[in-house]
């Protein structure tokens, strides 16, 4: 996300995974504070953020908060040592105390939460660009009224936030230090520390959320408003001259005339069916070789991408 302040604060849950990962000591460390402070915890080992797989993600944001006590410690007690890595836990340790660092957390996992449904079913390899349009408006359904109420929604998550800086920092969050010119960071005129990161990071998050889903699926809505003709709860026969729009996908198969009177026939036969039909279940009704066109119509329409998930499902279990 392009959020400054949740790039950051991702930056370091990274950063901390790969030194309890990739260090035995530091592990070793991590697992004695866990065994003595979280011995009930199902948690043990902290999962990496992949850039690909965003259900991970989210899992790895949900493990680290909940071991985030034992993190604390660790980094701490292997900041004390003479090892190499010493100063790495002793930077990692200053930087997740920081008011910004914690906020930022707690709002990536909320957000992360309400997303992941969505991720979940872009995983998919059976996923469609009309589910995938449909689900996604959903989310921002959500996205906007929690931007809407997002005084009492923010309120949640800094009482969260305050919550771990009081117990494992005996702190309180604070805004950064502001001055009267600023250009490289949000600067805006708060009264409060809760309305400073209200407005720079839960705000400005959500907001770059819903244009981040807008620009990927919702601009596909026109291309997707077409196709739609062809699906039940939607064909209609007065709607028959929008197939012109379809064109570039039939003009080299079969004229105009002869889709429009095939699309007639195509109505009638799917006035029955249930709309909520899948596009691949709604395939195996129609014959390809009496719908010819109303066929390759489904199948164009069938696989047009929504997402690279399956590129990069593949890529990330290539063997090196």
């Given at each position: 996300?392009?959020?400054?302040?949740?790039?950051?604060?991702?930056?370091?849950?990274?950063?901390?995974?790969?030194?309890?990962?990739?260090?035995?000591?530091?592990?070793?460390?991590?697992?004695?504070?866990?065994?003595?402070?979280?011995?009930?915890?199902?948690?043990?080992?902290?999962?990496?953020?992949?850039?690909?797989?965003?259900?991970?993600?989210?899992?790895?944001?949900?493990?680290?908060?909940?071991?985030?006590?034992?993190?604390?410690?660790?980094?701490?007690?292997?900041?004390?040592?003479t090892w190499t890595i010493s100063s790495t836990a002793s930077t990692l340790h200053s930087a997740s105390q920081k008011?910004?660092?914690?906020?930022?957390?707690?709002?990536?996992?909320?957000?992360?939460?309400?997303?992941?449904?969505?991720?979940?079913?872009?995983?998919?390899?059976?996923?469609?660009?009309?589910?995938?349009?449909?689900?996604?408006?959903?989310?921002?359904?959500?996205?906007?009224?929690?931007?809407?109420?997002?005084?009492?929604?923010?309120?949640?998550?800094?009482?969260?936030?305050?919550?771990?800086?009081?117990?494992?920092?005996?702190?309180?969050?604070?805004?950064?230090?502001?001055?009267?010119?600023?250009?490289?960071?949000?600067?805006?005129?708060?009264?409060?520390?809760?309305?400073?990161?209200?407005?720079?990071?839960?705000?400005?998050?959500?907001?770059?959320?819903?244009?981040?889903?807008?620009?990927?699926?919702?601009?596909?809505?026109?291309?997707?408003?077409?196709?739609?003709?062809?699906?039940?709860?939607?064909?209609?026969?007065?709607?028959?001259?929008?197939?012109?729009?379809?064109?570039?996908?039939?003009?080299?198969?079969?004229?105009?005339?002869?889709?429009?009177?095939?699309?007639?026939?195509?109505?009638?036969?799917?006035?029955?069916?249930?709309?909520?039909?899948?596009?691949?279940?709604?395939?195996?009704?129609?014959?390809?070789?009496?719908?010819?066109?109303m066929n390759l119509l489904l199948k164009v329409m069938a696989t047009l991408s929504v997402t690279t998930a399956s590129?990069?499902?593949?890529?990330?279990?290539?063997?090196?």
């Amino acid at each position: 996300m392009s959020v400054p302040a949740i790039r950051n604060c991702l930056g370091v849950v990274s950063q901390v995974v790969n030194l309890f990962r990739n260090h035995s000591n530091a592990n070793k460390i991590f697992q004695e504070t866990i065994q003595e402070h979280a011995p009930d915890s199902k948690k043990k080992r902290l999962l990496r953020l992949c850039d690909t797989r965003f259900i991970e993600r989210h899992d790895s944001i949900i493990v680290f908060l909940e071991l985030f006590e034992c993190i604390v410690m660790a980094l701490e007690e292997i900041a004390q040592r003479t090892w190499t890595i010493s100063s790495t836990a002793s930077t990692l340790h200053s930087a997740s105390q920081k008011s910004e660092f914690l906020v930022s957390i707690v709002v990536c996992e909320k957000l992360f939460s309400l997303t992941l449904p969505l991720s979940i079913f872009l995983q998919n390899k059976s996923s469609d660009l009309v589910s995938a349009v449909k689900y996604t408006n959903e989310v921002l359904s959500s996205l906007r009224q929690m931007r809407e109420t997002a005084n009492d929604t923010f309120t949640e998550v800094f009482q969260v936030a305050s919550k771990f800086s009081a117990n494992l920092f005996d702190t309180e969050l604070q805004a950064p230090r502001v001055t009267s010119r600023q250009k490289s960071s949000a600067n805006p005129q708060t009264t409060s520390n809760e309305e400073y990161f209200r407005v720079t990071t839960f705000i400005t998050c959500i907001d770059t959320l819903i244009q981040n889903l807008t620009d990927r699926f919702i601009k596909n809505e026109d291309i997707l408003s077409s196709f739609q003709l062809l699906l039940p709860g939607y064909a209609c026969e007065k709607k028959i001259n929008e197939l012109e729009k379809l064109g570039p996908y039939f003009q080299d198969e079969m004229p105009l005339s002869a889709v429009q009177a095939e699309y007639k026939l195509w109505c009638a036969k799917i006035s029955s069916i249930d709309p909520s039909t899948e596009i691949l279940k709604l395939l195996e009704y129609c014959d390809g070789t009496f719908f010819r066109a109303m066929n390759l119509l489904l199948k164009v329409m069938a696989t047009l991408s929504v997402t690279t998930a399956s590129v990069e499902r593949s890529f990330s279990t290539m063997k090196r």
